[in-house]
């Protein structure tokens, strides 16, 4: 269809509306109908005059309205199509309102995303450095010490040595740690699913870990010692990971003399694994934020136990992997209770 200028639209209208006019006035000028007849020609001249301007009208709205409704509905915020893409033809303006809305929502919500992935990226940038800052710094200074003569001193060499070899590890473990949540985010780490007693595996874990409760002088336990092998179907090995890091938690936030506990729920298809311990807790407002890669909620408690911050976010990301959930519940002096679902093998 020709696209018409708001002059030419104008020009057209009154061309046509001059033309009508003057047929209505050359027909009562030769008429002898009177009055009546006038006005009936007012009437029609009227009438005439509506339907000619709200044709041009329409087409000079849906000219210029077209291409941007076009594009709101083609480009939304995700960059995609709308699914519910409407044929521009019918009546535009009685759906353009809720539409331009609609789509204006979505724009926000997606600026507002944008902002939270900035903040999170800045975030993550600077606890990633600050992180692998000291480390480095600290095989700096052993190493400059060794150079500056400190080599030839058989009391301090070696020390300096080991210390720069547990510093190495660390950085060694956060690089891994942070690759390894990667692979899970992009689907590119798959899983091994297989039948297995999570009960079996518990115990495996508190034997790994046994010595380390001990030096705190910490009971690991089950809540209810189950009387048969529970078997669910997951990957083992990830599996594994996950109690480690949450047992390990919960010995490393623990009470001296207290304890991390295991637990097991029957939930029809699925098997509901619960850990917990009587702790230092944490309070509320940090709850949300704790799966969150190098969040720490006593962060100089936190680097003095060790670790890379990193244990409970790729925790989330395993069992979001099994197309799972896990939770956490917490109150300060209280303790921390984490718990997370398996698929039940049949």
Excluded: C
């Excluded at 938690?249 to 001296?256: A, E, F, M, Q």
């Excluded at 936190?302 to 917490?330: C, D, F, P």
Aim: aromatic share 10%; charged share 30%.
């Amino acid at each position: 269809m020709k696209t018409y200028s708001s002059r030419q639209l104008a020009f057209h209208i009154s061309v046509i509306l001059s033309v009508l006019a003057g047929f209505l006035m050359l027909a009562a000028y030769y008429s002898n109908a009177g009055l009546w007849l006038m006005l009936s020609l007012i009437l029609v001249f009227a009438v005439s005059a509506y339907f000619i301007m709200h044709f041009f009208l329409k087409i000079y709205i849906s000219d210029k309205i077209k291409p941007v409704y076009k594009t709101i509905l083609d480009l939304p915020a995700s960059g995609k199509k709308q699914d519910n893409y409407r044929d521009t033809n019918g009546n535009i303006l009685s759906e353009l309102k809720t539409d331009v809305e609609t789509w204006a929502n979505i724009q926000t919500q997606e600026i507002e995303r944008l902002k939270d992935l900035e903040r999170y990226r800045k975030e993550f940038v600077g606890n990633v450095s600050h992180e692998l800052k000291t480390p480095i710094f600290n095989i700096q200074g052993y190493i400059l010490t060794l150079l500056e003569g400190g080599i030839d001193n058989p009391k301090i060499n070696k020390l300096y040595l080991h210390r720069t070899e547990n510093n190495i590890n660390r950085m060694i473990s956060i690089i891994e740690d942070l690759e390894s949540i990667t692979k899970l985010e992009s689907g590119e780490l798959k899983l091994k699913i297989e039948k297995f007693d999570i009960v079996r595996l518990s115990e495996e874990v508190f034997e790994m870990e046994q010595m380390q409760a001990a030096e705190r002088k910490m009971n690991l336990e089950f809540s209810v010692r189950p009387d048969k092998p529970i078997y669910v179907l997951a990957d083992r090995k990830r599996i594994n990971e996950v109690l480690n890091n949450l047992i390990n938690n919960g010995i490393k936030y623990g009470k001296k003399n207290g304890f991390v506990r295991v637990g097991f729920y029957d939930m029809e298809d699925h098997v509901m694994v619960e850990v917990s311990d009587d702790g230092i807790g944490m309070e509320k407002k940090d709850l949300p934020r704790v799966f969150e890669r190098f969040f720490r909620v006593d962060k100089s408690r936190s680097r003095e136990q060790g670790g890379t911050g990193l244990g409970l976010s790729i925790v989330k990301h395993i069992i979001e992997a099994h197309n799972q959930r896990i939770n956490v519940k917490s109150k300060v002096e209280e303790g921390t209770t984490f718990t997370f679902s398996l698929e039940k093998a049949k």
